[in-house]
């Protein structure tokens, strides 16, 4: 081999070399970046996953599962850290005193459904299902003045804390779904009046919502959409209509509804 030769042959060995560095090193940091990755998961019902069945014994009353979204996330994405403190019947209030815990500053994602039963969902389902059209359509207008006066100041507080606690983290909001298909496959129970009631509460809700997560500097990620052709009604629901066995599943996503619904929604976002 000539001396012109055998430099080129060093020369590219050593690029060659240099090149498996670089990419090898390039390799240990992507999955060192993977490997720190930490996501908490907050929130209430439509968080912890209730209505979709295979609840965890240990979260009591929270009623967490592996079907719920942040679950179903984590277990495709594999991040080093997964809390989840959602909780079934959580307010604001019940988010500060019990669900921050593991944020902190290396936490890098994370969710959130909060504020419908601080507008008092429950008990607007509950006026509707057992009285007239007008004391539920009165019912919803109760709850949407109470969005309007002081659901954003306790939205307020939740995401200040969470921005306090993870100020490094990517914050996705998500919202709710609207729970009737008009004029659908419904020929009893609430009058179209009330659905449609229901559904403009739906809206306005997700509509204060929206503003406050943004206004923090948050991405709200809307599921109306997906879950459009799936409502109550429709034939192909993916929301649990009144189930007086299991009242507490009544108006939440099903198993698919979490899966097909919420997931990609989520996924899309995160």
């Given at each position: ?101 593991p944020l902190n500053s290396g936490t890098d994602l994370v ?149 097909s619904g919420y997931l990609p929604v989520f996924t899309g976002?995160?």
């Amino acid at each position: 081999m000539s001396m012109r030769l055998s430099r080129f042959a060093t020369l590219t060995s050593a690029l060659l070399l240099a090149a498996g560095a670089a990419l090898f090193g390039a390799g240990q940091a992507a999955a060192s970046a993977q490997a720190d990755f930490g996501y908490v998961a907050l929130g209430d019902s439509y968080s912890s996953g209730v209505g979709s069945g295979n609840y965890d014994s240990g979260s009591g009353d929270c009623k967490r599962t592996s079907r719920a979204y942040p679950a179903l996330w984590a277990a495709a994405h594999s991040p080093q850290t997964f809390s989840f403190t959602a909780c079934s019947g959580a307010r604001t209030g019940d988010v500060l005193s019990g669900q921050l815990g593991p944020l902190n500053s290396g936490t890098d994602l994370v969710s959130i459904t909060i504020g419908g039963n601080d507008a008092g969902f429950s008990d607007v389902m509950t006026t509707c299902v057992l009285q007239s059209e007008s004391t539920c359509v009165s019912r919803v207008n109760q709850a949407k003045a109470y969005v309007d006066s002081t659901l954003p100041g306790q939205l307020d507080q939740v995401y200040n804390a969470i921005s306090a606690r993870a100020p490094a983290a990517h914050v996705v909001v998500l919202g709710y779904p609207r729970f009737y298909q008009l004029n659908g496959s419904c020929v009893a129970g609430l009058s179209e009046g009330e659905r449609s009631a229901i559904n403009g509460a739906a809206d306005y809700l997700n509509a204060a919502i929206a503003k406050r997560a943004a206004n923090h500097g948050f991405t709200f990620a809307s599921v109306t959409s997906a879950f459009t052709g799936h409502e109550i009604c429709s034939g192909s629901a993916w929301l649990h209509s009144l189930n007086w066995a299991n009242i507490g599943e009544s108006y939440h996503p099903t198993a698919t509804g979490q899966s097909s619904g919420y997931l990609p929604v989520f996924t899309g976002k995160a």
